[in-house]
């Protein structure tokens, strides 16, 4: 009997794969060959391993100007989203009190990426590109993020007895996986199918 361990909740979840210092597999839209995306500093980026052709995503900031106005002293914080505004230190801002003008220093965040967020249809989320190890079985998609996802899929598909560790939380990474895709009608032939995937170069 074959036996497997399950693995914590978002091991493979596109954003925490990425935060971890790995690569998520992806289709270059330029040469359909193979391209990969990784995070470096406050930046998303991707590159093709064929043609060369990359993007990025650059991390967004919000930009608040809060203080106490001038002239009535209740304390404000209003989001200034005006481009022309958010290139300097600090910036004139109406008080939403009583209208005076405030000259006030302006302070900038991060904007969560939403960490929970993961692919979406074979696709992912912040480049909307293909992954790159992608297929089909009885119509229905069939993905993995990376080498090392395929290589938990095929194990864990394949398994007879696929159980928990005892330090996993609730949740493993088998929850967040389609019932197409755990279900034992579909068992040889989605092994069969990821099998094939791990052929592709990359």
């Given amino acids: 009997m074959k036996r497997f361990v399950d693995e914590g909740a978002y091991k493979y979840n596109f954003y925490w794969v990425l935060r971890r210092g790995e690569r998520v597999d992806v289709t270059c839209q330029s040469c359909g060959g193979h391209a990969y995306i990784e995070e470096c500093q406050d930046e998303i980026t991707w590159k093709c391993s064929a043609c060369y052709a990359h993007g990025v995503e650059k991390q967004v900031y919000q930009y608040h100007a809060k203080g106490n106005c001038v002239l009535c002293e209740r304390w404000f914080n209003v989001e200034v989203t005006d481009e022309k505004k958010v290139s300097h230190k600090s910036t004139h801002i109406h008080c939403p009190h009583c209208g005076a003008v405030n000259q006030v220093e302006l302070h900038s965040k991060p904007v969560c990426r939403r960490y929970i967020m993961d692919t979406r249809d074979g696709r992912d989320p912040v480049f909307g590109m293909e992954l790159y190890f992608l297929d089909h079985v009885r119509g229905k998609l ?48 989605m092994v069969r199918t990821l099998t094939k995937l791990q052929h592709k170069t990359g």
């Fill in 142 to 189: 069939v993905w993995a993020v990376n080498r090392a996802h395929l290589n938990y899929l095929i194990s864990y598909v394949s398994a007879d007895l696929r159980v928990r560790r005892g330090n996993v939380p609730l949740k493993t990474a088998s929850h967040y996986l389609p019932v197409y895709m755990k279900e034992a009608k579909n068992r040889d032939q």
